[in-house]
Structures are given as structure tokens and as C-alpha cells.
């Protein structure tokens, strides 16, 4: 079942769509990067894959349209972990989602997000993707990542592999980097989404 609700984040109302299937096991959390929103097509069509496997999953917004408007905002990696944060406790209260496992999914700034978030509540989370993310940017909490992580950058994203390349040298979890030949950052060559979705719902069907 899906349906539109509203987490209240300290001061914020985030807007979010939350898909529970019938049976869930797990539920997936999307950290949006920058400039990006709930109704993103590529994590929109990666949330449709995990639904399909039976796991649950909630696109959100990290920031409110307001404070999306300012550039500097996006790029706010304190304050996209502590609205993450606030959205994964609102989840472990959630009647649908509390008690399931819980997966984290970061798109450029957002998976740094993801992985401070993984720092901070440990067990609590049980397996991260990052899509064409920036995970350098949590560099200094990489190391106390538990959750396995599995970190996929297109081919053809040639700066981004090298970051991700860096951060997963720091990482001491169970950990993967999947680089999609001929993609580039945002995977809009044909079949390679695909690819990403595949490659997530296999990562997350294993740890959730």
C-alpha cells in the first residue's frame, strides 16, 4: 500500500511516500542528493524493483521546498544526517515499519547522509547503497560503519569513482564498489539504472 505522510522532523514537516508491501521484511529509506526530491525518477524506478522484491520502502524529502531553494542548503551534509535521522526514528515508531529491518539508500549528497546515519545507529541499520553518491563527504564516520555497504558509481563518472574509491579504503564493513560500465553520474544510458536496481535489490534482499 502506498500513501503520502508527513514527518515531523524538530521545526520540519518532510513530505514523504511510503510503499509497504504485503509481508515486508524490510523497509528502505531514500536519501536524496541535492537538488533532487521524493518524485525522482531514477530512485523512484529503484523503489518500484525493491517493492516488487517484498521490501518496503519510504522516498522523502530531506529538506523543505523552501530551504531547497538555496544552493548552499543542499550541500548541508549536518543537516541532511540529522533530518535522516529524525526520519528513521519516526519509522521505528511507524506501526507499518517498526520492527522491520531497516536499509538506507543515498543518491550524491545523500549517501553521505546514509553513511553518517549508519555510523551513528550501528546495528540499527542493516545494509546502505549508494547511487553516484559522495560518501567521501562522511569520510571521518566511515570508519564506524557496521552495516555492509555496497557502493556502485557509473564507469564513465570518472571523478566520482576516484572519490568512492577513497571512502571505500576507509570503510571496515562488509563492503562492495559495482562500477556500471559506460554510465555516467546520473545513469540515464540504456539498461544502466536497470543495473542499479538489480544490483540494490540483491544487496538488499541479502541483508534485510
Known sequence: MEREIKIPVLAAALKGILS?????????????????????????????????????????????????????????????????????????????????????????????????????????????VSRGGRPDLAMENLRKVTAPTLLIVGGNDVDVIELNKQAFAALHCEKKLEIVPGATHLFEEPGALEQVAALSVRWFKKYT
Request: charged share 25%; net charge negative; proline share 2%.
Open 20 to 128: 509497504v508491501p504485503e509481508g515486508a521484511s524490510g523497509v528502505v529509506v531514500f536519501a536524496h542528493g541535492s537538488g533532487s526530491s521524493r518524485f525522482s525518477r531514477r530512485n523512484v524506478f529503484v523503489a518500484k524493483e525493491l517493492e516488487k522484491a517484498g521490501i518496503a520502502t519510504l522516498l522523502t524529502d530531506l529538506l523543505t521546498e523552501k530551504e531547497d531553494e538555496v544552493y548552499e542548503t543542499r550541500f548541508n551534509i549536518g543537516l541532511l544526517t540529522e533530518r535522516l535521522g529524525g526520519v528513521v526514528r519516526f519509522l521505528g515508531e511507524e506501526p507499518e515499519t517498526k520492527g522491520l529491518f531497516l536499509g538506507l539508500f543515498g543518491a550524491s549528497t545523500g549517501a553521505a547522509g546514509a553513511l553518517n546515519i549508519a555510523a551513528e545507529f550501528g546495528s540499527k541499520v542493516s545494509a546502505v
